[in-house]
């Protein structure tokens, strides 16, 4: 026994060995950092178009920034244009149908990469991206894509009854929402005359990133619009964003003389 007592030996210092530079692997090249973000929530309204009472064509839910990684910086809201409300319909669906933990961002790489998604704009131009940046508090959105002309009079508290707007409770400035480029309004049909230049209130066109063009719309003189919510966090690792997974907000229409 005593001759194999240098065998033995060698044979636990090459074991050693092999651990600890698996060790030094793993903590100086390292896995890759595995990043988890809560996605928002849905706090009062998620219109599901399917009325004509324009009073509930609005969009509200609270962003999820408390406990999470370092890496999130925001919440961002997307947007698809359509004009045959079942491809709407259609593209959603397919959006929530991975829309779950095990599939981790494939919902939001669907929705960006897949079926082109923009980012919400607005004006005046808001200047962040993603458009509501953290704090670490949970904030109100409430957002309606177009004013319905009849109802100017409004007070500060029952705006997204009637006005085309984005409000951030934690933020005075409130916005108008644009579509991405921060150049076009969602009133596609300038209802209120307020774009004598014809180049703001424009409908959309065959080719828009932002539109999905049927040559066979649900309906003449109306065009549907869905929104989701995502969080964001920036991979340092890959120097990239990361998503959530995705809030559906809705969808509503934009219609002629309404």
């Keep these: 026994m005593a001759k194999n007592t240098p065998c033995i030996f060698l044979k636990r210092l090459f074991c050693t060995f092999c651990i600890v530079c698996w060790a030094s692997f793993f903590a100086n090249c390292g896995l890759d950092t595995v990043i988890s973000i809560n996605e928002p929530t849905l706090t009062k309204n998620n219109p599901l178009y399917s009325s004509d009472d324009y009073l509930t064509w ?8 408390r406990n999470q990684q370092d890496s999130f910086v925001g919440t961002e809201i997307y947007y698809k244009i359509y004009n045959n409300y079942s491809n709407l319909v259609s593209q959603r669906n397919a959006i929530i149908s991975v829309n779950t933990t095990s599939n981790g961002t494939a919902a939001a790489s669907k929705m960006i990469d897949t079926y082109t998604y923009q980012p919400l704009g607005t004006y005046p131009v808001s200047g962040a991206s993603p458009f509501i940046e953290t704090n670490g508090t949970n904030k109100d959105v409430i957002l309606r894509l177009k004013t319905y002309t009849g109802n100017e009079s409004y007070s500060g508290d029952d705006i997204e009854s009637f006005r085309a707007c984005v409000k951030i409770s934690s933020e005075l400035q409130s916005y108008v929402p644009y579509r991405n480029g921060n150049t076009k309004s969602f009133d596609f049909f300038d209802d209120d005359n307020d774009d004598n230049a014809k180049t ?7 080719g828009d990133s932002d539109f999905y063009y049927s040559s066979s719309p649900s309906s003449s003189d109306t065009y549907y619009v869905q929104l989701f919510a995502v969080g964001v966090a920036f991979d340092s690792d890959n120097l990239s964003n990361t998503y959530s997974l995705v809030l559906d907000l809705g969808s509503v229409p934009i219609k002629k003389d309404n």
């Excluded at 703001?200 to 065959?206: A, K, V």
């Design 58 to 65: 609005y969009f509200s839910f609270t962003t999820n920034e």
């Design 200 to 206: 703001r209130d424009i409908e959309p066109e065959d």
